[in-house]
Nanobody, 124 residues
C-alpha cells in the first residue's frame, strides 16, 4: 500500500519544540518534493513548508519562518519538520504530502500522496 505516515505530534508548552516525521511506505520519497501542511480547528488547510527532491531548496510560510526547519533523509525515506519556539497558534493537525516540485512555493505542486496527519497542540 502506497502511503505517507506522519508521527511526532503531541502536547507541548508555548516556547517548546517538536519534531515531526513523514515516512513513505510502498514507494521512495527521493523523486518527490515534500510539503508540510496544517489545518487548525475551523480554518482551511495551509501550506507550511516545502523541500525539493535534493533537499537543497526549502520554502517556508511567513508565519513559521525562522522557527520551523524542514529536512529530509532520502536514505531513511523520511522528511522531518523541526518546530521550535512553538506558539498556541501553531496548534493544528499537520499533514505531509508528496508532489512534483516546490519552485518557490510553500507547498508542492502536483500532489500524488497525502498522509492522514498528526495532531500538534501548543498549550500551557
Amino acid at each position: 500500500q502506497l502511503q505517507l505516515v506522519e508521527s511526532g505530534g503531541g502536547l507541548v508548552q508555548p516556547g517548546g519544540s517538536l519534531r515531526l516525521s513523514c515516512v513513505a511506505s510502498g514507494f521512495t520519497l527521493d523523486t518527490y518534493a515534500i510539503g508540510w501542511f496544517r489545518q487548525a480547528p475551523g480554518k482551511e488547510r495551509e501550506g507550511v513548508s516545502c523541500i525539493s527532491t535534493s533537499g537543497l531548496g526549502t520554502n517556508y510560510a511567513a508565519s513559521v519562518k525562522g522557527r520551523f526547519t524542514i529536512s529530509r533523509d532520502n536514505a531513511k525515506n523520511t522528511v522531518y519538520l523541526q518546530m521550535d519556539s512553538l506558539k498556541p497558534e501553531d496548534t493544528a493537525i499537520y499533514f505531509c504530502a508528496a508532489g512534483r516540485y516546490c519552485l518557490g512555493f510553500v507547498s508542492p505542486r502536483g500532489i500524488d500522496y497525502w498522509g492522514k496527519g498528526t495532531l500538534v497542540t501548543v498549550s500551557s
